[in-house]
T-cell receptor, first 115, second 112 residues
Framework: AQTVTQSQPEMSVQEAETVTLSCTYD???????LFWYKQPPSRQMILVIR??????QNATENRFSVNFQKAAKSFSLKISDSQLGDAAMYFC????????????FGTGTRLQVTL | NAGVTQTPKFQVLKTGQSMTLQCAQD?????MSWYRQDPGMGLRLIHY???????DQGEVPNGYNVSRSTTEDFPLRLLSAAPSQTSVYFC???????????FGSGTRLTVV
């Protein structure tokens, strides 16, 4: 079974600084999809960024970018110019190939943003 | 376009009671799933569906039942509530493999 590991339960960053959240996963598949979700205190799950494994180019969405290392099975999220509104739980998720594929989540990293 | 609508937002049940959590979507997504979120454990898959009439078990299916008679609706039934089912429940939908899931706003369920 696929597993997703987020080894940092909590992280802290100062406003306007850059922070990187780590994620590793285990799979025997070559084609799959990876996601980062943000969950603010409102508890709504918000898709931040996604990456297809067959694409070598790292995905970028405004201040959010990923470092996808397929051989190392690593998928870290970098948040640049951190803002107070970035404070939230961040979940890494994996989705395999096939029509019945499911989304497997890590346990999350709580990000605090300080002034 | 309402997206994914979950009802109710909060619920308190007594042990042994049954109830249905509702999930409706208006995006014509084929994939629908139910997750539960517990502290320190991330989100775990309960049941999922890849289309109307097709459902399957996820990681933690015991004590829960689902059906998918239409594309739009995917209700989750708790057959006989137990305190271990105290959790936040999310319904999520997706239009395809390469797309992320769109989540409902969640239901906080407490079983006493």
């Amino acid at each position: 079974a696929q597993t997703v590991t987020q080894s940092q339960p909590e992280m802290s960053v100062q406003e306007a600084e850059t922070v990187t959240l780590s994620c590793t996963y285990d799979t025997s598949e070559s084609d799959y999809y990876l996601f980062w979700y943000k969950q603010p205190p409102s508890r709504q799950m918000i898709l931040v960024i996604r990456q297809e494994a067959y694409k070598q180019q790292n995905a970028t969405e405004n201040r959010f970018s990923v470092n996808f290392q397929k051989a190392a099975k690593s998928f870290s999220l970098k948040i640049s110019d951190s803002q107070l509104g970035d404070a939230a739980m961040y979940f890494c998720a994996y989705r395999g190939p096939g029509t019945a594929s499911k989304l497997t989540f890590g346990t999350g990293t709580r990000l605090q943003v300080t002034l | 376009n309402a997206g994914v609508t979950q009802t109710p937002k909060f619920q308190v049940l007594k042990t042994g009671q049954s109830m249905t959590l509702q999930c409706a979507q208006d995006m014509n997504h084929e994939y629908m799933s139910w997750y539960r979120q517990d502290p320190g454990m991330g989100l775990r898959l309960i049941h999922y569906s890849v289309g109307a009439g097709i459902t399957d078990q996820g990681e933690v299916p015991n004590g829960y039942n689902v059906s998918r008679s239409t594309t739009e609706d995917f209700p989750l039934r708790l057959l006989s509530a137990a305190p271990s089912q105290t959790s936040v429940y999310f319904c999520a939908t997706s239009k395809g493999l390469s797309y992320g899931y769109t989540f409902g706003s969640g239901t906080r369920l407490t079983v006493v």
